[in-house]
Every structure is written in structure tokens, then in C-alpha cells.
């Protein structure tokens, strides 16, 4: 997912300043210590955490927050410690479970004390404790593809609508996502947040369940390229042999190459000589180096690129932009992008920028309905990028891009 320049609010200067100055001798709250961690300020969060777990010993949520922190800093021996500890001091708190569940996952890395079955046990623990905590269902529909189990990926995705976790905007961002994808597509995904709003309205809504989703990342793993097999019906371009002969590696130019990279290019390989009978589209927010190799023959259509079977990177398929975005509000993607509850730093600061992806697309079409002189319609979509701008948490963005083209649409109506 893309990343971009944060500025600081200015209640979080006037903190950062409250701590080397006037308050030097005052102990920060729990309430300021989150406001660090909400902005990913994980290093200067540790110790005001540390400090807070020091003076109040039989406070669990204190603990709680203190080992997740040590859990995003790697520090992974420590994190488990004090989420043991605040299960001690609160044995119903699902955070603690899923900290732990998550430190102890061998699929985050490897660990001496990673255990695929410990995670299994505190993620049941965890939304045992409550069903309404978006995080350890989150983690559920990983392990649950990790299990060959299904049924727990469907439930995992419906209890994340339920709970709100998954927020009316981004679930509108992954229907857009799929709207204009071609029919049986496989659509690579990045992240996230462009991987679990377009699976949970395919499963809630029974919206556009021909694609198959495929996060690029997830597919680097053996168990999931045997899941998508398995239980999604897609054909892999290797056998069981090669599957669990390969090894990651470096190529010729010393590139990672990884099972992803592999399986993408075969799945490509296969197509270009027609033994792969589904389109394969990438979404746009994955890193152009995953599919650079064949940018030729990507061509751009919105929220994804498509594999063509002719050099196409310079065509721009309007047709499926436009019908990404017909029928849609752009009160759709109002409100906040990320669940007051989302613990994430990452996807609490970085989600709503999403929303550009969208703007920009609309943007692009009335700029080129303008060239094809279809005046309304080019006036149409750049009023309705206008209000969706005018809407979204993130704000106006390409205020100056939609001012010069409502000037010149109004030059082309005189």
C-alpha cells in the first residue's frame, strides 16, 4: 500500500513538546502515549509505555498496549511476557490473546517460540472473549487458508462486516475494486486494505464472486498457492513436485525472486500461450516492480491493470474506468476509512489515501471525455469528483487538477 508524507497535527507537536518541556516531571497518560503510537512514533512510545506499566503494575490494558508495542518493534520475547502478564490481570481480554497468537505465528517470521497451533488456540481464545474485535478475525482469515478451513475464512470475513471493523468506505473502495474487473478474473492484491473489503463484499453482498482474490504477498507462502488450488478452483502453473522443491532466490540480476514473482509469471507465461483460460489483473495499489517485466502488456483500467496479449501499456481502457464508477455515490466513501477500534498505526494513518485512487480515475475520464468533445459527460464526472473530494476524511487533494478542468469545460460550453 502506498505511503505518503504525514504532517503532524498540532495537538501531537504540543505533546511531544509537553514531554521535554513543562511536564518533564509529570507522567504522561495512556490517552497521550496512543496518540504517539495512532502516528507510528513507536520509539518515543516505548518508554512512556514502559513507564506507565511501571507505575500502575496491576493495570491490563496498560500491559496489553505495551507488549503489542514491543511486538511491532520485533522485540518478541518481551511482547509475549507482558501479554501473558495482562491475560493474568485480565483473563477475558481478547487484545492479549491476539498479541499473542500473532507473536507466536511462524508465518511473521522465524522465532524459537513461534507455534502455529499457539496462535490457533489464543485466536479461538480471543474472539471467545469478544466477538466484536475485528483483529483476531483478521488473523483468522489468514490461518484459516493456512488449515484448509474455508468455512472459518467466510465466517472471519462476515464477522469483520458485522463489526464494523470493516468500515462503510473501504468496503465502497473494494467494490469499486471489483465492478470492471472482466468476468472469472484472478486480481492480484497488495495489502490489507485492498485485499479484505473486495473478499468480504464478495462474501456479505455475493458481489462479483467469479473473481478470485489473490494477495501477492499471502501467495508467497506454499499453503496458500495450495489453497487458491484447492478451494478457489485455480489452476497453478506448477506441480505439487516443483511447489515443494522451490526454494527463494536470487536471479541473474540479483533480484528476490520469490514464489509469487514465480507463480505470477508462470500464470502469464501460461496465458500468452492460451493455456490460461482466466484474465489476470493487478491491482493498482501493488508495486509496479511485481509485474514491471510485462508493463508492455499491462493495460491501465481504473482500479487494476489487465495482461493483454498485445503490447497495450500506452492504451487506457476507458470503458472499464467509466464502469467502475457508474452507479456509485460519492457519499459512498464518506466517513472514516479505518474502524475507531484498529489498532494498526499503519492502516489508522495510511487507509484513507486510498480514496486518490478513486478521484484520480474520475478525474481521467472527464479529462478524456473533454478530448472526445462529450462536453456533459466530461462535466458529469468532474463534478462528481469534486464532491467526493469535498467529502472524503482525507479532504481535497486535487483542488487546482479539478479548478483547471471545470475552466476548460466551461471554455468548451461557450
Known amino acids: 500500500m502506498n505511503t505518503y508524507r504525514y504532517i503532524l497535527p498540532i495537538i501531537l507537536v504540543s505533546l511531544l513538546s509537553s514531554f521535554t518541556g513543562c511536564r518533564k516531571n509529570q507522567p504522561a497518560t495512556l490517552e497521550e502515549v496512543l496518540l504517539l503510537y495512532r502516528e507510528n512514533k513507536l520509539e518515543q512510545a ?5 513507564q506507565l506499566v511501571a507505575q500502575d503494575t496491576n493495570n491490563a490494558e496498560k500491559c496489553v498496549w505495551l507488549a503489542e508495542t514491543y511486538r511491532r518493534l520485533g522485540k518478541k520475547e ?4 507482558k501479554a501473558r502478564l495482562a491475560l493474568i490481570l485480565n483473563p477475558k481480554s481478547s487484545f492479549a490473546h491476539t498479541v499473542i497468537a500473532e507473536v507466536s505465528n511462524p508465518v511473521m517470521g522465524e522465532w524459537s517460540q513461534a507455534n502455529s497451533d499457539t496462535t490457533w488456540f489464543h485466536l479461538m481464545k480471543a474472539i471467545e472473549c469478544d466477538s466484536t474485535d475485528g483483529h483476531p478475525w483478521l488473523l483468522i482469515f489468514g490461518e484459516s487458508m493456512h488449515r484448509g478451513k474455508p468455512e472459518m475464512v467466510r465466517r472471519s470475513l462476515r464477522s469483520l462486516v458485522e463489526a464494523g471493523f470493516l468500515t462503510k468506505a473501504a468496503l465502497a473502495y473494494g467494490r469499486w475494486m471489483l465492478r470492471a474487473l472482466p468476468e472469472d478474473a484472478i486480481l492480484l492484491t497488495n495489502g490489507d486494505m485492498d485485499t479484505y473489503p473486495p473478499c468480504a463484499v464478495q462474501e456479505v ?11 501477492r504477498g499471502t501467495l508467497e507462502t506454499k499453503w496458500h498457492a495450495r489453497f487458491i488450488r484447492d478451494y478457489k478452483r485455480v489452476t497453478l502453473p506448477v506441480d505439487d513436485t516443483w511447489l515443494e522443491q522451490f526454494e527463494v532466490h536470487r536471479d541473474s540480476q540479483g533480484n528476490l525472486v520469490t514464489l509469487s514473482d514465480e507463480i505470477f509469471r508462470k500464470w502469464i507465461e501460461q496465458k500468452s500461450k492460451g493455456f490460461f483460460d482466466r484474465p489476470i489483473a493487478v491491482a493498482v495499489t501493488v508495486d509496479e516492480l511485481y509485474w ?5 502488456n499491462m493495460r491501465f483500467a481504473g482500479a487494476f ?19 467502475s464508477l457508474e452507479g456509485v455515490s460519492p457519499d459512498s466513501f464518506s466517513g472514516p ?3 475507531e477500534r484498529d489498532r494498526s498505526p499503519i492502516r489508522r494513518m495510511y487507509t484513507k489515501n486510498l480514496v486518490r485512487n478513486v478521484t484520480e480515475v474520475a478525474i481521467m475520464c472527464s479529462e478524456m471525455l473533454l478530448r472526445s468533445k462529450r462536453i456533459s459527460d466530461a462535466n458529469h464526472w468532474v463534478q462528481w469528483a469534486d464532491e467526493l473530494e469535498r467529502n472524503t476524511e482525507l479532504g481535497p487533494v486535487f483542488s487546482e487538477r479539478i479548478a483547471q478542468l471545470k475552466e476548460n469545460i466551461f471554455k468548451a460550453q461557450r
Open 78 to 81: 518481551e511482547a509475549l511476557k
Open 337 to 339: 476509512w479505518v474502524s
Open 205 to 215: 453482498e455475493g458481489f462479483r464472486k467469479d473473481v478470485v482474490i489473490v494477495n
Open 292 to 296: 514491471s517485466k510485462f508493463k508492455n
Open 46 to 50: 516505548l518508554p512512556l509505555f514502559e
Open 305 to 323: 491493470l489487465q495482461w493483454q496479449d498485445t503490447a497495450a501499456a500506452k492504451i487506457i481502457d476507458t470503458t472499464s474506468m467509466l464502469k
